[in-house]
Nanobody, 123 residues
């Protein structure tokens, strides 16, 4: 059973940076494609980015491309999301996800989810 735990969220001023982490307590998700999504109040959960098992390839939503970076460290059984040049519209709960089948940009295609971590960007 995959159990994902996100951390690293917080309050930051516009233009600032945060680094989110996602770890699997059961140490099983090294076999999976991993993704990050976010959900703002009143909005649907949206794709942020995804990274392949090898970590060689990563894919991003246009809204975050060039500002956010996904990476993974198999030795730490962890996936990271570096958020730079943050904007108020990046405010949301950020979720990591594991094991995708189908369209990786759709939250409906992912099997395992963490509990989320809040990111708030002030003006």
């Amino acid at each position: 059973q995959v159990q994902l735990l996100e951390s690293g969220g917080g309050l930051v001023q516009a233009g600032g940076s945060l680094r989110l982490s996602c770890a699997d307590a059961e140490q099983t998700f090294n076999n999976y494609v991993m993704g990050w999504f976010r959900q703002a109040v009143g909005k649907e959960r949206e794709f942020v980015g995804a990274i392949t098992w090898s970590g060689v390839s990563a894919y991003y939503a246009d809204s975050v491309k060039g500002r956010f970076t996904i990476s993974r460290e198999h030795a730490k059984n962890s996936v990271f999301l570096q958020l730079n040049s943050l904007k108020p519209e990046d405010t949301a709960v950020y979720y990591c996800a594991a094991e995708v089948e189908g369209n990786y940009r759709s939250f409906k295609s992912w099997k395992y989810w963490g509990q989320g971590t809040q990111v708030t960007v002030s003006t």
